[in-house]
C-alpha cells in the first residue's frame, strides 16, 4: 500500500495558513492582494480552472477579478489590456488563462505581462532567473510538486528522478527544481527509445504528460515515488484519470499522488502563495 499524498488536504492546509496571513495585510498594508484573471473564450475546462482560482482566492481572501472576453478579441486588444493591468498599482498578480484561441500568440501575452505581476512564473525573465537560480517567481505546478514531495517526508538529494514530459509549464521547471533539490535527474520525452528500462530506474518518476494512464505497473519498480500530473478524460468511464494508471502502479509506488486531488489543488495552492509573493515584493 502506498501513502497517498492528498494535495487537497495539504493544500486546504496552506490555504489556511495564506488566510491567516493575508487577514493581517489590510492593516499593515492597507489592502489585501489583487489577482487578476483573464479568460479568453469559453473553452470548459478553461472556465473550471479560472471558476477553481476564484474560489482558492476566495479562501485565502485574495480579491480576485476574471475578466471575460470573447474569443474574437484581437491579439492587440489582449495586449493593450494586459498593459492597462501592469499599470495598475491596485492589481499584483495577472494571469491569463491558456490555452489562447489559435489567433493570439501566447508567447506575446506571456512577455507583455510585467516579470512583477507573472503569478505563473511564465515569463522569459522569471524562466531565465529559475535557470540562474536566482530569486523568481517559479511556476506553480512544479513548485507544488516539490511542496508535496516535502510534505511526505520524500527525500530529494540524491535521488534518481526521472521525468517523463519536456514542456515549458511543467516538464522542464520540475526538472529543474528537482536538480535543485540536488536529485539525479534524467528527463524523457516522446522520442526517448527504451522508456520502461529508465523509468523502472527512478525512485521518483514525475509524469507529465497528457495521456491517460500512459504509466502501468511494468513501468515502475517497487518503492518508487509517483507524482501523476496528467488530467485526462478516461475514454470507458467518462471520469477525470492521470497519466498513471493508479489501480496498477499504487501497489508498487511506496508514495503516490491521485487524479483528481493530487497535483491539480497544490498548483492552484501556488498560485495562490506567488500572488502574495508578488504583492509583498512591492509592499
Ligand atoms: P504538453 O505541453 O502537451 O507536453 C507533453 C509532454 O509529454 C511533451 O514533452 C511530450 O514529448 C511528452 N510526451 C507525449 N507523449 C509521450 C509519450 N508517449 N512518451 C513520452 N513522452 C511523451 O503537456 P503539459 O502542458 O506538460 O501537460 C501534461 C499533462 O499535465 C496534461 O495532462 C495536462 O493537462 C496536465 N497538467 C496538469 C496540471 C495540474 O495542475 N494538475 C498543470 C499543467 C498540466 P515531446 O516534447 O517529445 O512532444
Redesign the pocket.
Known amino acids: 500500500m502506498a501513502k497517498i499524498i492528498s494535495g487537497k488536504e495539504l493544500s486546504a492546509k496552506l490555504k489556511a495558513d495564506m488566510a491567516a496571513q493575508v487577514a493581517e495585510f489590510p492593516e499593515k498594508y492597507g489592502r489585501v492582494p489583487h489577482l487578476v484573471v483573464i479568460l479568453v473564450g469559453d473553452n470548459p475546462a478553461s472556465v473550471s480552472y479560472v471558476t477553481g482560482k476564484a474560489k482558492a482566492s476566495e479562501t485565502v481572501g485574495i480579491k480576485n477579478t476574471t475578466i471575460r472576453k470573447p474569443e474574437t478579441i484581437s491579439e492587440e486588444e489582449l495586449l493593450s489590456l494586459i498593459r492597462e493591468l501592469n499599470e495598475d498599482d491596485s492589481v499584483d498578480g495577472i494571469l491569463v488563462q491558456l490555452p489562447l484561441p489559435k489567433h493570439i500568440s501566447e508567447s506575446k501575452v506571456i512577455e507583455t505581462i510585467s516579470k512583477a505581476k507573472d503569478v505563473d512564473g511564465f515569463h522569459p525573465l522569471n524562466v531565465a532567473a529559475l535557470w540562474q537560480k536566482e530569486d523568481c517567481v517559479l511556476p506553480c505546478?512544479p513548485k507544488g510538486i516539490i511542496k508535496m514531495l516535502k510534505a511526505a517526508g520524500v527525500g530529494i538529494k540524491g535521488k534518481r528522478a526521472v521525468v517523463?514530459?519536456?514542456?515549458n509549464?511543467?516538464?522542464l521547471p520540475v526538472a529543474k527544481l528537482l536538480l535543485d533539490e540536488n536529485a539525479t535527474v534524467t528527463i524523457?520525452?516522446?522520442?526517448?527509445e527504451n522508456?520502461a528500462e529508465l523509468t523502472r530506474q527512478a525512485e521518483i518518476l514525475v509524469v507529465?504528460?497528457?495521456?491517460p494512464k500512459?504509466v502501468t505497473a511494468d513501468m515502475v519498480s517497487e518503492g518508487t515515488v509517483v507524482i501523476d500530473?496528467?488530467?485526462?478524460r478516461d475514454a470507458e468511464t467518462g471520469k477525470l484519470c492521470g497519466?498513471v494508471d493508479y489501480a496498477e502502479v499504487e501497489p508498487k509506488a511506496s508514495v503516490i499522488t491521485p487524479v483528481p486531488g493530487g497535483?491539480?489543488p497544490m498548483?492552484i495552492c501556488c498560485l495562490m502563495e506567488n500572488t502574495i509573493e508578488c504583492f509583498l515584493a512591492k509592499h
Open positions: 505546478t517523463i514530459g519536456r514542456s509549464i511543467v516538464g524523457a520525452h516522446s522520442r526517448t522508456l507529465a504528460i497528457g495521456r500512459f500530473v496528467g488530467v485526462n497519466d497535483v491539480g498548483t
